[in-house]
């Protein structure tokens, strides 16, 4: 009998965005309610603030009180662990990003997703000792981590063989500037669909929406889906991982657009 599939969480980047104002939040919302608005209509958000500065335990208490049951967060890593000539030297900094508090989200805590600059090129050697640097766990909570390179350096079977040994899930992006890694390499998957466009009404063309609800379909039953790029020497094992979906542009007007078209279409 085939396996049950795992979840899957379909969202946004962030919830304080004054455009969606009156297209995504309804007129005369109070802003303090918005975060609690999103959470109903979507099913995980990708909390970015945590990428520029760090926040108390009550802040993360807070947020997963905002959300109902069986919501899920993303927690995007400090920019001083990623933007580092010597990965390797970040373990300060990861520790002291992993124990602000964020464990506060409970349930309610996804991966860690930790994003480079375009800049960074795959350095084995480097990288493997960042990854190693990567908690399993914090306050007794178990972590997940994943990274979003943007290098054409790491389109290697390499890099992705580093991840799966540290059981590290690589972010696949759509997106028009970057490289796309498809290959699975952690217990979850991780997509960022980044080329949308505030033009279209659905964030991408509604036409290429069910080719995304299947892959995600795909990836939440365990397997690859077909056309795209992947890199290992070998395919993932089938499993059912719980899988993510970010609508993420330039100019994000859309993005809850997209993701709520996505969200009827999982069903």
Not at 91 to 111: M, N, V
Not at 209 to 227: D, I, K, N, S
Request: proline share 8%.
């Amino acid at each position: 009998m085939p396996a049950t599939p795992a979840p899957i969480r379909v969202g946004i980047g962030g919830w304080t965005f004054e455009p969606w104002r009156g297209t995504f939040y309804p007129d005369k919302l109070p802003q303090k309610r918005e975060l609690e608005y999103a959470a109903a209509a979507l099913t995980a958000i990708e909390i970015n603030g945590t990428y520029y500065s760090t926040f108390k335990p009550a802040s993360f208490a807070g947020w997963a009180a905002a959300a109902p049951e069986g919501f899920v967060y993303t927690v995007k890593g400090s920019r001083f662990v990623t933007n580092r000539k010597v990965l390797a030297e970040a373990g300060e900094s990861i520790a002291r990003f992993c124990g602000q508090g964020l464990t506060e989200l409970g349930d309610k805590l996804g991966p860690i997703f930790w994003q480079f600059m375009a800049t960074k090129k795959f350095d084995a050697e480097d990288f493997g000792a960042f990854l190693k640097l990567l908690p399993a766990a914090q306050d007794g909570v178990k972590l997940r981590h994943a990274v979003q390179v943007r290098h054409d350096s790491f389109q290697t079977p390499e890099f992705v063989a580093l991840c799966r040994a540290a059981g590290v899930g690589i972010v696949f992006a759509d997106s028009p500037q970057y490289p796309a890694i498809a290959d699975v390499s952690g217990d979850f998957v991780y997509a960022r669909l980044e080329a949308g466009e505030d033009d279209n009404p659905f964030c991408y063309p509604e036409a290429d929406l069910p080719h995304w609800v299947e892959a995600a379909r795909t990836w939440a039953a365990g397997g690859q889906p077909e056309g795209l790029p992947t890199f290992a020497a070998e395919p993932a094992p089938v499993q059912p991982r719980e899988t993510f979906v970010f609508f993420i542009h330039g100019g994000k007007v859309r993005a809850p657009a997209g993701a709520q078209a996505f969200l009827r279409r999982l069903g």
